[in-house]
């Protein structure tokens, strides 16, 4: 994981402009945001994917590796404009400020806007129509922002755990399962094996942010590098405030199985032990 | 014209997801501003261009017509998030309150962003990589966003004639410029056509940023729909503030005429017929 973390962030380093090169303030506020850190999962897993798919590191450079970058872009540009004030306020991320604290809100709507777009422009240097349609699809009303914009109206009210589970699906899951399925078709995988990861990408996209409810209760702040209870704060819509930590952790796991699931009597790979991670994870 | 403004909308109908779809606030703030009226100055160049370069009624579901509400859904984004309080904080747009005002600040947020990704998967969807990457560039950093950053960090301070220039042509000029280029390589333009397109592309959006900057002065208020003014309250870097209301009306003017003299010794078409509403446009 360390590989491909510090790969992630050779390639960010890499396509996002200078911050020499006007206007440089912009490039200084997107640089600052896409290098405060971060576990680079999504890249990672894109990755794994391609890899698990046959993908040669020789067709890597123009696919692969436009591909991570641009995933990574999506999620920091989602983080930032989700830490608005207007949004969920958030001053710490990683254990920094945030970007609009760092620099100013309008620096920052617009920082945001600039990875979006660069996400894409790099997405479509792949030569993969299909893959700039799986970002779109990944990020759109039906997926991320979809998500973000239910987790805010689901604010303060009572809601049912389908409810929930149609927000997580969207706002966590879609980019995860997207990252998974982009690194999949770059490979170019047969329909069935598309199909099968697919599956695994929904299991730990879910997965992945009902552990990040749970951590956000019982998890280590220092190690988090944002602070805990936030959600309870917002009132957010969280698996453990619908169900209970008990029942929520339970969940998480088997959807972890679910996905190892999809691997049975295949060897050991880095799909697998990145599921396991994120069953396990703390931070 | 008209013929252009009702087939784009006819097209922003279609492609922008019913108020009636979860998540039904979003899709509603989405649907308000991007039907609040306008011009659709971007898609119908983009059409012309289309046009113009030998593009056929046959091809044009496919392609052209998903890259103009693309461009227009693009430019309404950018309204969006231009309009929020953390940047120029404006009330009305086109005479009715702005996203942010009708809805609340996040909705606009995010309402902006969908915006963003559902033009880049349209695009997507005319099958071309190029023009994919072509709307990219001219919303990126040397583009749209790089603009009204510079212009925001020239707010209230002096600023030279070159400088303005260069926020002008990024600020406006790189869509409109982008949009005429669009519509010539969906039409499969020859590179020396491209070459010229782009020129005339660049006068004119030029052109249109100096007329807005004028119109800001001296424009109807009623005819605009918006408060003139504000760009003198907001101490903003205009031409007029750089070098007179006289040389701005002079200058473009001349950006006009060197956009018809791309078509020298050329029956009459749609692209001069919009560089003149350009040059003579009141709103």
Redesign the interface.
């Given at each position: 994981m360390e590989a491909g973390r510090l790969l992630t962030e050779r390639l960010l380093d890499e396509f996002i402009?200078s911050d020499n090169?006007?206007?440089q303030?912009?490039?200084r506020a997107?640089r600052y945001s896409v290098m405060a850190g971060g576990k680079r999962l999504r890249p990672i897993l894109a990755q794994a994917a391609y890899e698990y798919c046959g993908g040669t590191s020789e067709g890597a450079a123009g696919t692969i590796h436009k591909a991570m970058p641009a995933i990574e872009m999506v999620h920091t540009y989602s983080l930032i404009?989700d830490d608005?004030p207007?949004?969920d306020d958030d001053d710490l991320r990683r254990g920094m400020p945030t970007c609009h604290k760092k620099f100013?809100?309008?620096?920052a709507?617009?920082a945001?806007?600039?990875l979006?777009?660069?996400a894409?422009?790099l997405m479509?240097?792949t030569?993969s129509?299909d893959v700039?349609?799986e970002l779109?699809?990944a990020?759109?009303?039906?997926g991320m922002?979809?998500g973000?914009?239910?987790d805010?109206?689901a604010e303060g009210r009572p809601v049912t755990a389908e409810e929930i589970q149609a927000i997580h699906r969207r706002k966590t899951g879609a980019l995860i399962r997207g990252s998974v399925r982009v690194g999949a078709i770059l490979a170019a995988a047969d329909s069935a094996t598309l199909a099968r990861l697919t599956d695994y990408g929904e299991k730990i996209g879910l997965a992945f942010q009902i552990i990040d409810d749970i951590l956000d209760i019982e998890g280590d702040q220092k190690l988090l590098g944002k602070s805990v209870g936030s959600d309870t704060r917002h009132q957010k819509a969280t698996y453990p405030a619908a169900m209970g930590l008990e029942e929520s952790r339970r969940q998480a796991a088997n959807l972890i199985d679910g996905a190892l699931a999809t691997f049975v009597e295949e060897e050991d790979n880095m799909l697998k032990w990145l599921a396991r991670y994120i069953g396990q994870r703390e931070r």
């Amino acid at each position: 994981m360390e590989a491909g973390r510090l790969l992630t962030e050779r390639l960010l380093d890499e396509f996002i402009p200078s911050d020499n090169d006007d206007p440089q303030l912009l490039h200084r506020a997107m640089r600052y945001s896409v290098m405060a850190g971060g576990k680079r999962l999504r890249p990672i897993l894109a990755q794994a994917a391609y890899e698990y798919c046959g993908g040669t590191s020789e067709g890597a450079a123009g696919t692969i590796h436009k591909a991570m970058p641009a995933i990574e872009m999506v999620h920091t540009y989602s983080l930032i404009h989700d830490d608005l004030p207007c949004m969920d306020d958030d001053d710490l991320r990683r254990g920094m400020p945030t970007c609009h604290k760092k620099f100013d809100e309008a620096t920052a709507t617009l920082a945001g806007d600039a990875l979006h777009v660069i996400a894409f422009e790099l997405m479509a240097q792949t030569g993969s129509i299909d893959v700039v349609l799986e970002l779109a699809r990944a990020v759109g009303t039906s997926g991320m922002l979809g998500g973000q914009m239910a987790d805010i109206e689901a604010e303060g009210r009572p809601v049912t755990a389908e409810e929930i589970q149609a927000i997580h699906r969207r706002k966590t899951g879609a980019l995860i399962r997207g990252s998974v399925r982009v690194g999949a078709i770059l490979a170019a995988a047969d329909s069935a094996t598309l199909a099968r990861l697919t599956d695994y990408g929904e299991k730990i996209g879910l997965a992945f942010q009902i552990i990040d409810d749970i951590l956000d209760i019982e998890g280590d702040q220092k190690l988090l590098g944002k602070s805990v209870g936030s959600d309870t704060r917002h009132q957010k819509a969280t698996y453990p405030a619908a169900m209970g930590l008990e029942e929520s952790r339970r969940q998480a796991a088997n959807l972890i199985d679910g996905a190892l699931a999809t691997f049975v009597e295949e060897e050991d790979n880095m799909l697998k032990w990145l599921a396991r991670y994120i069953g396990q994870r703390e931070r």
